[in-house]
């Protein structure tokens, strides 16, 4: 016997209650004989059980295979069920087999397959869509930016632009939430032509700008250089808000010019936070790492203190400018303050020590923290490897529980500079068994770490995985496979690989140039220096010491003098220490001690260590005795504070007989530290080419 209840009722209770009401509901329009048989109710059922948990995911399905009649509204809304409990492929066998299908349905199962990161079967179902709705457009779009992919979201927007009429105003190229989120990726992928492209159409449509459109924009044309229409888009505001403001202040402090943005700045009576790190941010973008720390000054004597943003911002400049005592400044405020128990603050003044070469300053910096996370114990990595600590940096890597990529290649790259090759390749052979991604940087390393072992087998085996992962046209790697090739005297694979490469920058001209230069290819260095001068190549630093190496180990002293005295004139490279010891170690192979010697004093700098052991190796291969005690003279009136020049001294005049002045050396070595001797008696004997 059917019961008498009041569906109307029922219905209005299903639309605010929960699964479990719902379902004693549903017992009781199931008794009353109302469901399935009646659609009202039915549908208000399957809507409940699409609002509610997805535990009920069967119930609505068996309510829907039940319904002798169904429209749209009980299509949509099993549809939202399967969505929501998981079962997307359930959701579009529904959707397939709708007779009929309304605008909502097509925008419930677009972005609920978008919602799954299947963006390719997405884009085929809003194509597919007879009349595009700017809802499933600007999920699919958006997806796509959030993913990297703003190149195939600018692609689909141009389809389907073509497929619907663009004055019409149901267009998705019409809509504000559509168009802010094209131009929010114009800003990011700095698509400049395509942004401004969108801003005429809203010109030409007559679209209303909103705040949130204005402000993208605004940042859109800041991102991508245009100042002066980011200036006017402000200017036709109605109400100029603060992140609009924020935007183009930092455009114009990013692009220098400081004088405009301080102009907009000063217009605000009382400049927030966000303003202040707007301009500070933007000189730091500049390098103008002067103008950034007088504005930190004047923001410390305002009623506004700086937060983490502008710690990490004024730190990032004086690090990348190598502004050592205002960065000290910065990190005694950071102290007074408590800024500095932050963690993005902490991270920024480990970062600025590394980048000033104050390693222990750094590891100072790390001890003091209370919490550090997965990126300062990178970057800490990267300070004990550059610091020699080795040790220390893999005690690092073993205490992150959630290693990122960077830590592994942080480690790699750490262990193969060390000298440590094999644990380096061992640690790249993990990350490939666990399945981490490789990139370039652990590629290059790995391939560094084989140079070092000189193993060409496992340095073309890791070649042939990059060439697998699509790596193998990356400069950076090959570069490093260059380098292996040549260090393994493989010279004809590394030009090969050189020959391969398409616009080769100036690293590889320098690894090429370096490879004929350990060689002893001297002639074909220089030809290749021409070369690369023709190219319109910019010689570096790197370029000569390669040029000078290749000159000294091929005997082409005219050369290479030629050359050293070139770099500066016609290259507006100034000679290093190391140009200098180049050319010192040149003259004396080729024996012309006294040049070198000459040329030693003449420096514009005083001499290390490497030039005198040159001369002095020199004066102990061909017997120079008259020369070898000029130089015992002159390091003893200098005082020379390197152990091994007088190891060598000694040794060499022990050689040439005069043991009584071999003595007299000797005797002074006992003045150095004990520790600090045999260091350097021992890097002294590994690297000293006589």
């Given at each position: 016997m059917a019961?008498?209840i009041?569906v109307?009722?029922?219905?209005?209770l299903l639309?605010?209650?929960?699964?479990?009401?719902g379902?004693?509901?549903?017992q009781?329009?199931l008794?009353?004989?109302?469901?399935?048989?009646?659609?009202?109710p039915s549908n208000?059922?399957?809507?409940?059980?699409a609002?509610?948990?997805?535990?009920?995911?069967?119930d609505?399905?068996?309510?829907?295979d039940?319904?002798?009649v169904?429209?749209c509204?009980?299509?949509?809304?099993?549809?939202t069920?399967?969505?929501?409990?998981?079962?997307?492929?359930?959701?579009?066998?529904i959707?397939?087999?709708m007779p009929?299908?309304?605008?909502?349905s097509?925008?419930?199962i677009?972005?609920?397959i978008?919602?799954?990161?299947?963006?390719d079967m997405?884009r085929?179902?809003l194509?597919?869509?007879?009349?595009?709705?700017?809802?499933?457009?600007?999920?699919?779009?958006?997806?796509?930016?959030?993913?990297?992919r703003?190149?195939?979201a600018f692609?689909?927007?141009?389809t389907?632009?073509l497929q619907c009429?663009g004055a019409e105003?149901?267009?998705p190229?019409?809509d504000?939430?559509?168009?802010?989120?094209?131009?929010?990726?114009?800003a990011?992928?700095m698509k400049y032509?395509?942004?401004?492209?969108?801003?005429?159409r809203m010109?030409v449509?007559?679209?209303?700008?909103?705040l949130?459109l204005?402000?993208?924009l605004?940042?859109?044309?800041?991102k991508?250089g245009?100042?002066?229409?980011?200036?006017?888009?402000?200017?036709g505001?109605t109400?100029?808000?603060?992140f609009s403001?924020?935007a183009?202040i930092y455009?114009?402090?990013s692009?220098?010019?400081l004088?405009?943005a301080?102009?907009?700045?000063?217009?605000?009576?009382?400049?927030?936070?966000?303003?202040?790190?707007?301009?500070?941010?933007?000189?730091a973008?500049a390098?103008?790492g002067n103008?950034?720390?007088?504005?930190?000054?004047?923001m410390m004597?305002?009623?506004?203190?700086?937060d983490?943003?502008?710690?990490?911002s004024i730190l990032?400049?004086?690090?990348?400018?190598v502004m050592?005592?205002?960065?000290?400044?910065i990190h005694?405020c950071?102290l007074?303050?408590?800024a500095?128990?932050d963690?993005?603050?902490?991270s920024?003044l480990?970062d600025?020590?590394?980048k000033?070469g104050?390693?222990?300053?750094?590891?100072?910096a790390?001890r003091?923290l209370r919490?550090?996370?997965t990126?300062?114990l990178n970057?800490?990595?990267?300070v004990?490897s550059?610091?020699g600590?080795?040790e220390?940096?893999?005690?690092?890597?073993?205490?992150?529980?959630?290693?990122s990529?960077?830590?592994w290649?942080?480690?790699?790259?750490?262990l193969?500079?060390?000298?440590?090759?094999?644990?380096?390749l061992?640690?790249?052979?993990?990350?490939?068994?666990?399945?981490?991604r490789?990139?370039k940087?652990a590629?290059a390393?790995?391939?560094?770490?084989?140079?070092?072992?000189?193993?060409?087998?496992f340095?073309?085996?890791?070649?042939?995985?990059?060439t697998?992962?699509?790596?193998?046209?990356?400069?950076v790697?090959?570069s490093?496979?260059?380098d292996?090739?040549?260090k393994?005297?493989?010279?004809?694979?590394?030009c090969?690989i050189?020959?391969?490469?398409?616009k080769?920058?100036?690293?590889l001209?320098?690894?090429?140039?370096i490879?004929?230069a350990?060689?002893g290819y001297g002639?074909?260095?220089?030809?290749l220096?021409e070369?690369?001068?023709?190219?319109?190549?910019?010689?570096?630093?790197?370029t000569f010491?390669?040029?000078?190496?290749?000159?000294?180990h091929s005997?082409?002293?005219?050369?290479?003098?030629?050359?050293?005295?070139?770099?500066?004139?016609d290259f507006?490279?100034?000679?290093s220490?190391?140009h200098?010891a180049c050319?010192?170690?040149?003259?004396?192979r080729a024996g012309?001690?006294?040049?070198?010697v000459?040329?030693?004093?003449?420096?514009?700098?005083?001499a290390?260590?490497?030039s005198?052991?040159?001369?002095?190796?020199?004066?102990k291969?061909?017997?120079n005795e008259?020369?070898?005690r000029?130089?015992?003279?002159k390091?003893?009136?200098?005082?020379s504070?390197h152990?091994?020049l007088?190891?060598?001294?000694s040794s060499?005049l022990?050689?040439?007989?005069?043991?009584t002045k071999s003595a007299?050396?000797?005797?002074?070595?006992?003045?150095?530290d004990g520790?600090?001797f045999?260091?350097?008696?021992?890097?002294?004997?590994l690297?000293?080419?006589?």
């Open positions: 019961v008498t009041d109307r009722n029922c219905i209005q639309r605010s209650c929960s699964a479990v009401a379902q004693q509901l549903h009781l329009l008794k009353s004989g109302h469901v399935p048989s009646s659609l009202p208000s059922l399957l809507l409940m059980y609002r509610c948990s997805p535990l009920h995911q069967h609505a399905h068996r309510l829907f039940e319904m002798p169904k429209n509204f009980s299509y949509n809304s099993v549809i069920t399967h969505l929501n409990s998981g079962d997307h492929h359930a959701a579009l066998n959707f397939r087999s009929e299908r309304n605008t909502f097509w925008n419930t677009i972005t609920g978008v919602s799954t990161g299947n963006l997405a085929s179902l194509i597919e869509m007879p009349v595009k709705d700017a809802v499933a457009c600007n999920a699919v779009l958006h997806r796509y930016v959030r993913r990297g703003a190149d195939e692609a689909l927007l141009r389907v632009g009429n105003a149901s267009s190229w019409n504000p939430f559509v168009l802010a989120t094209v131009v929010g990726a114009c990011d992928q032509d395509f942004g401004r492209q969108a801003h005429a010109v449509s007559k679209i209303e700008q909103d949130v204005s402000c993208a605004v940042n859109m044309y800041c991508c245009d100042l002066d229409s980011a200036h006017y888009v402000l200017n505001l109400q100029v808000d603060e403001l924020s183009l455009g114009y402090a692009c220098g010019h004088h405009e301080i102009q907009l700045f000063d217009k605000k009576e009382k400049p927030s936070i966000a303003l202040w790190n707007s301009l500070i941010s933007g000189c973008f390098c103008c103008d950034a720390f007088a504005l930190f000054a004047r004597r305002s009623d506004v203190s700086p983490s943003s502008t710690y990490a990032n400049v004086c690090g990348f400018s050592v005592n205002p960065g000290q400044q005694g950071g007074k303050s408590g500095v128990n963690i993005i603050v902490a920024a480990i600025f020590y590394s000033c104050l390693w222990e300053d750094a590891c100072i790390f003091e919490f550090h996370d990126i300062v970057s800490m990595i990267t004990y550059n610091c600590q080795i220390e940096a893999r005690r690092i890597f073993d205490m992150i529980t959630d290693k990529v960077i830590s290649n942080s480690m790699v790259v750490g193969s500079q060390n000298g440590h090759a094999n644990d380096a061992g640690l790249f052979c993990e990350m490939h068994r666990l399945g981490l490789l990139n940087v590629i390393s790995a391939l560094s770490a084989s140079s070092s072992i000189c193993s060409i087998s340095g073309e085996q890791i070649f042939s995985l990059a697998v992962l699509g790596l193998q046209s990356d400069h790697v090959a490093s496979l260059i292996l090739y040549c393994c005297g493989s010279l004809a694979n590394g090969r050189f020959e391969e490469i398409n080769p920058d100036e690293v001209w320098n690894s090429m140039l490879g004929y350990s060689n002639h074909e260095a220089l030809e220096l070369l690369m001068k023709t190219k319109g190549i910019k010689s570096s630093e790197r010491i390669a040029v000078l190496s290749a000159c000294c005997g082409l002293v005219k050369e290479g003098l030629t050359w050293f005295h070139r770099m500066q004139a507006s490279v100034s000679p220490a190391e200098y050319v010192t170690d040149l003259l004396v012309r001690l006294e040049e070198a000459e040329f030693i004093e003449n420096m514009p700098f005083k290390d260590a490497v005198w052991t040159t001369v002095i190796g020199g004066c291969a061909q017997g008259a020369m070898m000029k130089v015992a003279k390091l003893m009136e200098m005082e504070s152990p091994s007088y190891v060598q001294l060499g022990a050689a040439l007989g005069d043991w007299e050396i000797r005797s002074m070595i006992s003045a150095f520790a600090a045999i260091e350097h008696c021992f890097a002294f004997s690297g000293h080419p006589w």
